[in-house]
């Protein structure tokens, strides 16, 4: 209620510019689609928005351009698509109908790493790819009737992205 009571009384004056620190965190899922709905509406109306946030998930979800920073440098601004760019090779969970079948597909397909998988669930295969990899696997085991339940980044690939950047030190 604290989250939602600071984002009421900012919006009181009809602010045209609203700086906000973490405005999702402690929320429960109807109350952050609540802000986010309301920070989207506010952005669309012209308000200028800048948040500082942590959690990737609402920096994908309500941001057009995003600030990256490390040590006190910025090593990152642009818009977040450009930060997760698909050239860059992430982990992704497969589930699909007959994992022995796409072991089979996996190890026939250039760029494609088999990881370990979490827990020991032999259901979930956990791969390393880039994207032209990935579409590529996708139309193989199509191809194979291996039909793909589930094909998901392990990390977010802005988080992904992030991490690189600061883990390097700010070096770009």
């Known amino acids: 209620m604290r989250q939602r009571l600071g984002l009421a009384a900012a919006l009181l004056t009809e602010p045209r510019l609203l700086v906000l620190d973490e405005p999702a965190n402690g929320l429960d899922p109807a109350g952050k689609k609540h802000v986010h709905g309301v920070l ?6 012209g308000t200028t928005v800048v948040l500082s946030s942590h959690r990737m998930d609402d920096l994908e979800a309500l941001c057009a351009e995003v600030t990256i920073l490390a040590t006190g440098r910025v090593v990152f601004t642009g818009p977040p698509a450009k930060l997760s760019a698909e050239n860059s090779e992430l ?8 994992p ?3 072991r089979r597909v996996l190890a026939q397909t250039r760029g494609i790493t088999e990881e370990k998988a979490a827990r020991g669930d032999a259901e979930v295969l956990v791969i390393r790819a880039r ?11 199509v191809q194979d009737g291996v039909a793909v339940r589930e094909l998901a980044p392990v990390v977010s690939p802005l988080e992904a992205a992030f991490l690189a950047l600061t883990e390097q030190g700010g070096g770009r």
């Open 40 to 45: 989207d509406r506010l952005a669309a109306a």
């Open 91 to 98: 982990a992704y969970r497969l589930r699909t109908s007959d």
């Open 100 to 102: 022995a079948a796409a």
């Open 131 to 141: 994207v032209p990899a990935l579409d590529e696997l996708v139309r193989r085991l």
